[in-house]
């Protein structure tokens, strides 16, 4: 096994932040990652870095989780399973679905990050989510060393939510996930407004998931930094969800505030309009900024520290609370 010390992260976190791991370590297999295991217990881990912000250097050891593989098993002539190691990156996996015609994550594509950290917030876009087609999500326990494998259930999914953000937290290691995939008969789903926009641009009026991949791909890259050229996280903040009532009283003043209702007491606003009419979208502080095009996005526009994207997302969380009496809640993880 091959330790680095004082080793930069900025390639391996997709804000491009620049803090040193005092020692880093690549592992490419599970019987690499339980050999770890068994003389470190307490350590940091990066996968895709894709949902993280780094505020400081890392003092403990950091494994890089770079575990690969992709094997398929058809279970009829509708279905096949998936089963993916943890370090693959989850863009390339859905092009490679989209490829076999394999159907149900094209509505996901070009999302950042790898397919190990998918099942933990559960990412979602254009009306689709992970759990969908999680069929299990396959861990080692770091206590004992042992592996588990998680039904679809028992990952307890919610929005940007899983068991492995709650009660699991830092206990469990993803080392594979099982997708359930459409082999004919595909269920598209093309009800997200901009995706029928995007296909009548593109002049499909009979859509195939490779169709659905590109318009979301033609959406994703109008409208969201790439990290390679900007730094980003994706959504920094979740969609806060609030009273019918509390609702009402906001569009009574902003009648044309977007909402989606839950049920009949609670409803979900989009944070980037709050954060858009708070005045930040496009804005910047130094490196660190709000998107120009998605204010639910922050980006480092070069140099910014962890701590500068921090005081922002703070800053921004305390104008909405005192502008709308919203607090939002953070979805990167902060370090
Ligand atoms: N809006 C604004 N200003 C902005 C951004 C959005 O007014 O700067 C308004 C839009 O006009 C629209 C509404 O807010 O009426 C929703 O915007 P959008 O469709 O862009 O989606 P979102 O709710 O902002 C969520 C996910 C995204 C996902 C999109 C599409 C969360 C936290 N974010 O964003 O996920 O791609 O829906 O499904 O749920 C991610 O998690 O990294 C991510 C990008």
Same mark, same amino acid.
């Not at 394999?102 to 990050?113: D, K, R």
């Not at 499909?204 to 859509?207: K, S, V």
């Not at 526009?301 to 910014?304: I, P, R, S, T, V």
């Given at each position: 096994m091959k330790f680095q010390s004082n080793f930069s992260l900025k390639n391996y976190n997709t804000f491009g932040i620049d803090v040193k791991a005092k020692r880093f370590i690549s592992v490419a297999s599970e019987a690499e990652l339980i050999e770890l295991l068994e003389t470190e217990k307490d350590i940091f881990l990066i996968s895709g870095g894709s949902n993280m912000l780094l505020t400081k250097d890392v003092e403990k050891t950091t494994v890089h989780i770079d575990i690969k593989g992709v094997t398929s098993n058809n279970i009829d002539e509708n279905s096949v399973e998936v089963a993916v190691k943890a370090g693959e990156n989850w863009h390339d996996f859905v092009l490679w679905c989209v490829a076999q015609n394999?159907?149900?994550?094209?509505?996901?594509?070009? &999302?950042?990050?790898n397919v190990g950290t998918c099942p933990i917030q559960n990412i979602g876009a254009y009306g689709v989510e992970v759990k969908d087609v999680i069929s299990y999500v396959k861990a080692v326990h770091?206590?004992?060393l042992k592996f588990r494998t998680f039904s679809n259930e028992e990952c307890e999914f919610g929005y940007r939510n899983s068991i492995f953000k709650n009660e699991l937290k830092g206990q469990f290691i993803i080392t594979e996930v099982g997708f359930v995939l459409s082999r004919q008969n595909h269920q598209l789903n093309t009800s997200y407004g901009a995706i029928n926009q995007q296909l009548v641009e593109n002049g &499909?009026?009979?859509?195939n998931i490779k169709d659905i991949s590109e318009a979301v791909i033609a959406i994703r890259s109008s409208k969201l930094p790439d990290p390679k050229e900007i730094g980003n996280s994706g959504s920094f903040f979740k969609n806060p969800v609030i009273s019918m009532a509390h609702f009402q009283r906001l569009q009574s003043e902003y009648p044309e505030i977007p909402n989606y209702p839950m049920n009949a007491e609670q409803i979900k606003v989009p944070a980037g309009w709050l954060i858009e009419k708070a005045g930040?979208?496009?804005?910047?502080?130094g490196d660190a900024g709000v998107h120009e095009r998605q204010a639910l996005v922050l980006v480092n526009?070069?140099?910014?520290t962890g701590a500068e994207v921090y005081d922002l997302a703070c800053k921004i969380q305390n104008t909405i609370e005192k502008d709308f009496q919203i607090r939002l809640e953070m979805e990167v993880n902060i370090f």
């Open positions: 394999y159907g149900g994550l094209e509505n996901l594509s070009l &999302i950042p990050g770091i206590e004992t &499909i009026n009979q859509p930040f979208k496009g804005q910047r502080f526009h070069g140099n910014a």
